[in-house]
C-alpha cells in the first residue's frame, strides 16, 4: 500500500458519500488525549452471534522479516442509493467469520489514520488481527457483538495479580473501568490496561466520549497506539515492532500475522 496522497484521499471518501473526515485533538485532563473522526458514526449492522471455537495457527514468519499484504477498503462504488463501507463489509463477512458491524470499526480506524497518521500506513486487517486475538471481535465467551459496536456484555480480563503466566499491575483507575480496585485487568474488546486506556482514549464512535468497551473506540485507539513512534506499517521492522508493542510475544504476532494475510486475502479475491 503506498502512502496516500491528497488526491487519493479525496477520491476514496468521495466514493464513500459520507461526511469528510474533521479529525480534532482534544486535551482532557486525566484520560489522554482522544480522538474525534468526523466519519460519523459507522452504518448499522446486523447483531452477531458467537461463533464456533476455532484454533488460529501461527503464521511461519520470523518477527521483522515482513509485513502481512495490505488491502484497501471500499474499492468500487455501491449501488445508487447504498453505503460502499456497508456493502464492502457485508462482503467480507460472507467469506470470513468477522462480523459485519466489527468490520466498520476496523475499516473506520483505517480511513481516519489516513487523514490523521497518513506515514504509518496501518491496515484495517491488522486491526482485525489483533481484535480476533483479544476477544473474537467482541463475541468473546458467547458474547454478542451489537449494532451499537458493544459486546452484549461488558469484557473484563482476569486480574493482572502476578500468578503464573500473568503480569503483575497494581490498581491505575480505582476500578472504574475494569470492576477491581485492587489489580488492573484488560477491558473491552481489544484488551486494554486501564492505564494505557487513559493514555489513548478515544472517540471513534463521535458520541463524544471514548469508552472501551466500545469498538468503535477501542479501534481506534488501538490504532494510534499501533501507529505511535513514527512506525510505517507496511514495512517488516515497523509492523513487528507494532505488533509486538501490543503484546510482546513473537507467537502472539505470528497469529495476528496469520489471521491478517487471510483477511486481506479475502478482501482481495472479492474486487
Known sequence: MTDPTPSRLRAVFAVLGRLAVALTLVASAGVGVGLTAGLGRPAAAPEAGPPPEQTVEPAPVLPGSAAPPVQEPVQQPAPEGGDPVREWADGIASVVDVPSRALLSYVNADLAMREYQPECRISWSTIAGIARIESNHGRYGNRLLGDDARPSK???GVPLDGTPGVRAI????????DGDAMHDRAVGPMQFIPSTWRKWATDGS???????????????AAARYLCSSGRDLTTGQGWWGSVMS??????????????????????????
Open 170 to 177: 497494581g490498581d491505575t483507575d480505582g476500578g472504574v473501568l
Open 154 to 156: 461488558p469484557i473484563i
Open 206 to 220: 463521535g458520541d463524544g466520549v471514548g469508552d472501551p468497551q466500545n469498538l468503535d473506540d477501542a479501534s481506534m
Open 246 to 271: 501490543y503484546n510482546n510475544s513473537v507467537e502472539y504476532g505470528q497469529k495476528v500475522f496469520a489471521i491478517a494475510e487471510t483477511y486481506a486475502g479475502a478482501a482481495n479475491r472479492r474486487d
